[in-house]
C-alpha cells in the first residue's frame, strides 16, 4: 500500500537534505513550487513540512520561507570560573577560541545612559530611575549568532573617572581591571541567575530561530559585588538552547584546568565554551 502523498514528500526532502543535495541554511522551494515539483495538494506540502518540522530537519522563518536547519556545535561555558574574573569567558573561552580554532566575533560596542528600571535598580542597589550606563554587543561563534549581552554600570563610576564607560569601544584590558585601576572598585564575587523564557521577535530574528518557539532562551544575569558587599555590575546574556550549554565547576581549580571540555564523557556533544 503506498504512503500518503505528504509523506512521500517528507521523505523525498529528508533523502535530498541528508544526501547534501539541500544544505543547511538552504532555503526550500516555495509552497507553490513545490505542489508543482510533486503534484500534490496544497495541504500534503504544508503536512510534509509540519513532519520534517517535527523532525528537526526544517524550521520556518516568519515572512522569509523554510530553510534546512543548520547544526551548530554548541558553546559551552564555564559558570564557576574566578570570581575576580570579568565574566564566564574564562580558560576555557580562551580554549575553544585558540586550541579548537573557533572564530569568535562581536558586534560594535553599543552605549546608551538610561534609568534604571525596577528589576535592574534591585539588582545594583540603586533608586528606580537613577542613570546608568548600558554597553550593548551581539557575539557570533564561526559566524552563527551565538548570544546578545548587555552590561549596566552605575553612572558614577564615569563620574568618578571611569569615562571610557561612556565610550562604545572595548576595553582591552576588561572593565575589571579598568575599574580598579581607576576608581579603585574591585570585583570580588558574583551570582549568576539563571532563567528560561521563550524568545522575543528581536531575539528571534537575531538567532534564526523557528517561528514555533521551541528552542527556549537562557536568560543569565551576572551580578558583581566589591569588597563591600556592593553591587558594581549587571550583565544580562540572552543565548538559544540550541547553541549554548552549561558546566558548573566545585573545588581546585587546578583540577579543572587542563581538561575543560576536552575529558567530557560526552565528547563530541560538548565542544565549546562562551
Known sequence: MASPMYRQIAEDLRERIESGELQPGQ?????LELRERYGASRNSV???IKLLITRGLVQTRPGQGTFVVQKIDPFVTILSGEPTAGGPEGAAYQWESSERKREVTSSPIQVEIQEASREIASQLGMAEGTEVISRHERRFIDGTPWSMQTSLYPMEFADRGAERLRRPEYIEEGTVMYLRATIGVRQVACRDWITVRAPNSTEADFFK????GRIPMYEI????FDGNGQSMRLTITVCPADRNQFIVEFGEASVFSDRRVRAAPWEGRLHSDA
Open 209 to 212: 530561530l523557528p517561528s514555533d
Open 27 to 31: 532555503q526550500l522551494q516555495t509552497e
Open 46 to 48: 504544508r503536512d510534509a
Open 221 to 224: 544575569f551576572r551580578t558583581a
